[in-house]
């Protein structure tokens, strides 16, 4: 309000709901817009494409009051932790306008070098009033190609601690000098931090013109109006599960031996205890989870599973308590290497899912493909020689659901994006010569599991050429719930020869590569599922009539011309005797 | 600048023009005298089994009232949301697609993006082509154009697919291979191997619908667009022999989604085109009026009953988007549609309407929308069984609305049911009495409306405290004062006739299609003889289409542009380029062109690395046509005498229910001023005006008001 309002309006002086839900909606728009700016100038696929990114908006105390609508669980959490000791290392009260601070350490942040926390401060008259965080993975931070064959975290590239990316509106020119000197992708890289900064810039000037709009002194009192709601609301949630404890565990792939993920969910009242006592001891190799990142997956999960429309902000972290034991492979120790963390850290809310499944049945996916498929690609292009590194996100299927078939090629937990065919192509040496469904890869169910991809990459260079593949469930596949089958496993190789996964592979011109990211878990008994719902999936190519029979019960029969191209759905039939057969005799 | 109507339609005494926009409840229409300004508008039920009766019907009344035979129209230009709905619908035909082999599921894969994280319920996109309809083809052209060695189209296995779907009864193919954006060839040949074989089917190509990188976008829309052609076929000849019938002998224009008219003949070639033209409409007026009355840069306000919809108008034309979804199937989120990549009026519609109906959420907390009363029940004071309260009847409880003077009397509104209604479901839970609580409604639906505005604005480099705010629709002039003063504009404009704003804007458009060639590439290593090239290719294109309009020499002009960025970022920024041939001499100019676009939209330039071209676009257009729509002979430049009284309304600056002046909008002419608070009433809309403004009524008839500087934002 300015001085020449002279009636006092209604509702503008108090938190009352009206002028709450007004605020609240403003904050959010405020970080989509940090979110848009910072897509709109970024560099890296993985950022502008792919969406690996997180951006919100904290009030004085370092607590996040909003996010913005999209980005991956994995970071979300870690920034808003990650805020806290960015200011921990520069209180509040050393900082001036103008001042950026970043970092990219694993154990305070999201777990992996890749990945910049940038911070900063909003003045207004001298004051800070807030702060806009964003975080999101590099081009490239030098040391290994990235892989999980690292042993510490020294070989995974160049570790930046808590320090000024700008000093009072001034670029840091020494640290982006060392930037520059240690990756491979200088300008990419260092394009990606003055988008970073800049969108904080923008969400920065939001808040202020909102400030004057409203009058507001402080955005506190509405920090804490929006938290307690959101953490009441959560409460609520976790009060309607039955009190007891709830466990499972799901198995990775690791890098020589398998990981084991187990969990432990205690409800109490209206708080929950997600303890990872039981898993696996770390790793000596890059697979490792900081406790953070294991903290954003697993509070991401329980929200998901009881209250996905409850709002996101630190009220939804507090009636969740994370642990894990101390040199686990969810809570590693520096100097341990990290570098394919997802790799694991992307099964925690299967896990989590797995053991509120008797506690929340008909709500959850039955379980997913759940890591991403990474794989970071180099060559040379055959016309200039000009040396290319392409990285390729790629997702498998989710789990089905109580209700639905799962998704097929649908990233669960992570929210990434993939590359287009012709986008890869443009940017590398590379040639896609295939990305179809594959058929068979959906776990059998009441409801089907999502269908995985199978990809094929050759090279139109003439020299050697290499991948790296951060990948998993090659050896365990996802598995179904009451009474669903498991999906396919995911299958990496060359020329019908397995390919090591998470180390860099060499490859010689003539090579394919076969990329096939897994299927999702089916929900319920299979041979419930309506004999119609089999019969379209035959017609559409994603049950073959084998997997109709074997899994299903049903007995499809294609009723056309071999030769026949063209093969409409009235051209199969079900052999109904033999399919009352087959299904009365397996409930035997 | 006047159009004569001459070259482009042809005939003497074809001196009228009619717009027509058929919506999914009403066809409104608007007959236009170019030479005088006069007008006569109608609106007239929409037959949705077929839509050409309502047109004729109506078009029928309208020239009745405008005291004009058919026989004077000289141009009739048409928007439908035929094509809207028949994918929504899957009204379509049974439709075919020819892929790359070994990406027959592009289509379906999509982007592998989860557009919620937190929803686990989320349902994906139905391809229209299903999968079994499918059908991988050898053949590869690589990323630069060529066809890999040993992968040539083969043409037999097309013919055999062909005379296969062609005896199954499928009617339309969609052929869309990798890269042939960058290279048509294969597609061109895959076309002519399915024509030989089975001369009845239709058939689009990915390189003629939509030439742009990215397989998947570009696959959807190809599907999509053969998908829709025979309906499309099928109604424009319907319609044109409808109207010839009538009398009708002057040119029959679509409008387009990117807003400009094309001829029927282009309309049923790509009819993907016509999506979304209806809603064009609303940001053309806003465009054209906003000019005529000194305004290049605005920020136009649609609302209507289900939805409110804004669009930036910039230098004079509405933005242009590139892409957008239809039917969004999962809760109307964002990814749940199918992407069309297309040029369209860039626009932002939210689920906030008059009848959006408002509840206490879990959190105790008020929410407004998007959840819809719509047209069926309807508010609460319809009357007509609506019991949820809406937005509609928070207007009606503040005073803003005339009970008895709704539609301009044609229906009375209950306001003692909207009262009840909102003192149940708001006011009570939350302890407020029953004005606060239509105030909160009021409130919380323009902040939900101005926070969409604002991010929309700024993405676009617009500064949304700094454009006036142009309301129309049957509910934007209610809300339009407190949308502005909340988005921290100065200037609202609220023009007449806001209730068929849209068949009015198509009035103001021009002939026009545009083209587009990828061929990506750094600025200091371009082929530029291949980018002239491809510039020439086009501007040929252009020519022939627009002469087949009636358009030719100096009516015809071509703008080029160019999608730049930096190398290595994904989002390109549109630059407009110079005529004459582009070589490497020319360079600096382009960077420093790029650079300039660049600073104006981010603020401060990139890192120093090179800059890339990776679209080429031009516009072929014939002469946009300016509208002056004259003011009803009653009007006077006397505010006092358009007075009609005064009414109770909701006034917060003034601490609540205050005796608010009422003025008769079609008394209020050119040179009128008055000071808010004030409403004004037409037929369709009603305009609500807070305390410290003030209002004037320009040459056009707009009402221009200067929001008051301690104005509480909606």
């Known amino acids: ?588 | 600048m006047r159009v004569s109507q001459g070259d482009a339609v042809g005939g003497e005494g074809k001196r009228l023009r009619a717009g027509v926009d058929i919506g999914g409840t009403f066809t409104d229409l608007i007959v236009y005298d170019d030479s005088t300004g006069s007008f006569v508008v109608g609106k007239t039920l929409t037959t949705p089994d077929d839509p050409s009766r309502a047109i004729e019907s109506g078009l029928a009344e309208t020239l009745v009232a405008a005291k004009a035979p058919m026989a004077a129209l000289g141009q009739i230009i048409h928007g439908t949301t035929l094509v809207t709905n028949a994918l929504i619908e899957r009204k379509g035909a049974p439709t075919a697609l020819l892929a790359t082999e070994g990406f027959r599921d592009s289509l379906e894969i999509g982007r592998e993006h989860r557009y919620d994280l937190y929803d686990l319920q989320l349902e994906m996109p139905r391809p229209l082509a299903p999968r079994y309809l499918r059908f991988g083809v050898p053949g590869r052209t690589l990323a630069d154009g060529s066809t890999l060695p040993g992968h040539d189209l083969d043409e037999d296995y097309v013919e055999r697919l062909a005379r296969e779907l062609a005896a199954a009864g499928i009617e339309a193919v969609a052929i869309a291979f990798l890269n042939s954006f960058a290279n048509p060839e294969l597609e061109r040949r895959a076309r002519e191997a399915v024509q030989r074989a089975a001369p009845e089917l239709r058939v689009s190509i990915s390189s003629d619908v939509v030439p742009e990188i990215r397989e998947y976008e570009r696959t959807s829309t190809t599907v999509a667009n053969v998908y829709v052609q025979a309906r499309v076929e099928q109604y424009l000849r319907d319609l044109e022999e409808r109207l010839a019938r009538a009398g009708f002998g002057g040119a029959l224009l679509l409008l387009i989604s990117s807003g400009a008219l094309a001829t029927v003949e282009t309309a049923s070639r790509v009819p993907v085109r016509l999506l979304e033209s209806g809603p064009a409409g609303g940001a053309l007026a806003a465009a054209a009026f906003g000019a005529a009355a000194g305004y290049d840069d605005l920020l136009s306000f649609d609302m209507g009953g289900t939805t409110a919809k804004f669009a930036v108008i910039d230098r004079g034309e509405p933005l242009l988007a590139h892409g957008f979804e239809v039917d969004r199937r999962y809760r109307f989120k964002k990814g749940s549609g199918l992407p069309i990549n297309l040029p369209v009026i860039e626009m932002i519609e939210i689920g906030a309407g008059g009848g959006s109906i408002a509840r206490i959420d879990a959190l105790g907390l008020l929410k407004v929308g998007p959840d819809s009363a719509g047209a069926e029940p309807g508010p609460v004071c319809y009357g007509r069984g609506g019991t949820q309260p809406t937005v509609t009847d928070a207007d009606l409880v503040l005073g803003y609305l005339d009970p008895a003077f709704f539609l301009g009397g044609a229906m009375s509104l209950d306001v003692a049911g909207a009262r009840d209604a909102i003192g149940r479901d708001v006011a009570d839970p939350l302890g407020l009495s029953i004005e606060e609580a239509a105030w909160g409604i009021h409130q919380i639906v323009n902040e939900t409306m101005a926070g969409a505005a604002r991010v929309h604005t700024l993405e676009r480099g617009g500064d949304p405290g700094r454009l006036p705010v142009f309301a129309f629709g049957g509910a934007g002039p209610v809300h339009g004062y407190r949308i502005t003063a909340a988005l921290g504009s100065p200037r609202l404009i609220v023009p007449s006739g806001a209730g068929v704003m849209s068949a009015i804007g198509f009035l103001a458009a021009a002939v026009a299609f545009d083209f587009t060639r990828s061929f990506p590439g750094r600025l200091d290593t371009l082929d530029w003889a291949r980018v002239n090239a491809l510039f020439a290719e086009m501007e040929e294109e252009g020519t022939v289409l627009l002469a087949s309009a009636g358009l030719h020499g100096e009516d015809v002009t071509h703008r080029r542009a160019a999608e730049m960025r930096y190398v290595g970022q994904g989002h390109e920024v549109r630059v407009p380029l110079p005529p004459g041939p582009l070589g490497a001499e020319r360079v600096p100019t382009l960077r420093e062109a790029f650079e300039t676009e660049y600073l104006r939209l981010y603020g401060r330039l990139g890192p120093p690395v090179a800059v890339e071209a990776i679209t080429w676009r031009i516009v072929s257009s014939g002469p946009r046509p300016e509208l002056h729509l004259s003011t009803a002979p009653e009007a006077s430049g006397d505010a006092a005498s358009a007075r009609k009284g005064t009414r109770r309304a909701y006034m917060p600056e003034q601490g609540g229910m205050r005796d608010v002046p009422v003025y008769d909008r079609y008394r209020l002419g050119p040179g009128a001023s008055f000071a808010g608070p004030a409403i004004v009433e037409e037929r369709e809309s009603t305009s609500v005006i807070g305390p410290g403004a003030t209002v004037s009524v320009d040459g056009e008839g707009n009402l221009v008001v200067d929001v008051a500087k301690a104005a509480v934002a909606g």
């Open chain 1, 1 to 588: 309000m300015t001085a020449e309002t002279t009636d006092v309006a209604p509702v503008a002086k108090t938190l009352d709901p009206v002028t709450l839900e007004v605020l609240w909606n403003r904050l959010l728009s405020v970080a989509n817009e940090q979110q848009a700016a910072l897509m709109r100038t970024a560099f890296s696929t993985v950022v502008r494409e792919s969406q690996d990114l997180a951006c919100g908006v904290f009030d004085t105390r370092a607590q996040m009051m909003a996010q913005s609508l999209t980005g991956t669980p994995g970071h979300i959490n870690p920034m808003a932790t990650g805020v806290r000791h960015l200011l921990a290392a520069y209180p509040p009260e050393t900082l001036g306008p103008g001042d950026v601070l970043i970092t990219n350490d694993p154990w305070m942040t999201s777990g992996q070098l890749n990945d910049f926390t940038v911070v900063t401060p909003v003045f207004r008259e001298g004051r800070i009033v807030g702060y806009f965080g964003n975080l999101c993975h590099a081009a490239d931070i030098g040391g290994q190609v990235f892989s999980g064959e690292a042993h510490e975290i020294y070989e995974e590239g160049l570790r930046v601690p808590v320090t000024k990316l700008f000093d009072r509106g001034e670029p840091n020119h020494e640290l982006l000098k060392i930037i520059r000197a240690n990756v491979r992708l200088p300008d990419e890289t260092v394009g990606d931090l003055y988008a970073q900064a800049s969108c904080n810039d923008v969400g920065g000037r939001a808040l202020l013109t909102m400030m004057d709009e409203f009058g507001l002194e402080s955005v506190d009192p509405l920090s804490d109006e929006i938290i307690a709601r959101s953490e009441r609301a959560l409460r609520e949630a976790i009060r309607t599960l039955p009190d007891g404890v709830y466990q499972h565990e799901v198995w990775s792939d690791g890098f020589e031996e398998p990981i084991k993920i187990a969990v432990t969910l205690t409800v109490r009242d209206d708080e929950i205890d997600i303890d990872f006592e039981g898993s696996s001891p770390q790793s000596g190799r890059g697979i490792n989870v900081v406790l953070n990142y294991t903290h954003g997956y697993a509070s991401f999960a329980l929200k998901a599973a009881v209250a996905p429309d409850v709002p996101h902000n630190e009220g939804a972290f507090r009636p969740v308590h994370v642990t894990a034991p101390l040199g686990s492979i969810l809570n590693c120790v520096d100097p341990a290497a990290v570098a394919a963390r997802h790799l694991v850290g992307h099964f925690v809310p299967s896990a989590i899912f797995g053991a509120l499944a008797q506690a929340l049945p008909d709500k959850l996916l039955a379980g997913g493909a759940d890591p991403i498929w990474l794989s970071v690609w180099r060559g040379e292009h055959p016309e200039n020689d000009e040396p290319f590194m392409t990285a390729i996100f790629q997702v498998g299927g989710t789990g089905a659901r109580a209700a639905k078939d799962g998704l097929s090629t649908t990233g669960f937990p992570s929210g990434v994006a993939g590359l287009p065919a012709e986008v890869i192509e443009h940017l590398s040496a590379l040639v896609q010569a295939k990305r179809e469904l594959r058929t068979d890869s959906g776990g059998a169910g009441a409801t089907r599991g999502g269908l995985g991809q199978a990809t094929e990459f050759w090279y139109r260079g003439d020299g050697p050429w290499s991948v790296s593949a951060m990948i998993d469930r090659t050896r365990f596949a996802a598995q179904g719930f009451a009474g669903g089958g498991p999906g396919g496993i995911g299958e990496f190789a060359t020329d019908g020869q397995p390919l090591k996964p998470k180390t860099v592979i060499s490859l010689q011109p003539g090579q394919t590569v076969l990329l096939a990211p897994p299927g999702g878990g089916g929900y319920g008994d299979p041979f419930t599922r309506p004999v119609d719902s089999v019969l379209a999936d035959v017609v559409a190519g994603y049950v073959s009539m084998e997997g109709a029979a074997r899994d299903y019960g049903v007995v499809v029969q294609y009723l056309g011309t071999p030769e026949q191209l063209v093969r409409l759905p009235e051209r199969y039939g079900v052999d109904e005797e033999e399919t009352e057969r087959l299904r009365a005799r397996e409930r035997l």
